[in-house]
Nanobody, 127 residues
Framework: QVQLVESGGGLVQAGDSLRLSCAAA????????MGWFRQAPGKEREFVAA????????SYADFVKGRFTISRDNAKNTVYLQMNSLKPEDTAVYYC????????????????????WGQGTQVTVSS
């Protein structure tokens, strides 16, 4: 089992940047592919980005391509989400999630395929 704790959310203005962090505790961090999801009020949880156990393979939702970057530091058991050029529509609770890696080049983009979740961190972008 792995425990996940997100941090780094906050209130920013449109065009600003934020970096979210997700610290993992428990079993070997490098055994997991990691993902970031978000959920706005009244909406379903949606995929944002994912990264393979090695950090080599990444995947992004179309609406964040070119603005967000996912990365990980296996030595620090942490995954990051660098968010640039934030827009009001990025306002949501952001969750990190972990799933056992299959050691291939594919990444899950559906929430139901992830096994462990953090508690979430609020990101609010004002116009």
């Amino acid at each position: 089992q792995v425990q996940l704790v997100e941090s780094g959310g906050g209130l920013v203005q449109a065009g600003d940047s934020l970096r979210l962090s997700c610290a993992a505790a428990g079993r070997t961090f490098s055994s997991y592919d990691m993902g970031w999801f978000r959920q706005a009020p009244g909406k379903e949880r949606e995929f944002v980005a994912a990264i393979s156990w090695s950090g080599i393979v990444t995947s992004y939702a179309d609406f964040v391509k070119g603005r967000f970057t996912i990365s990980r530091d296996n030595a620090k058991n942490t995954v990051y989400l660098q968010m640039n050029s934030l827009k009001p529509e990025d306002t949501a609770v952001y969750y990190c999630a972990a799933t056992f890696t299959r050691y291939d080049s594919s990444l899950y983009v559906r929430a139901k395929d992830y096994d462990y979740w953090g508690q979430g961190t609020q990101v609010t972008v004002s116009s």
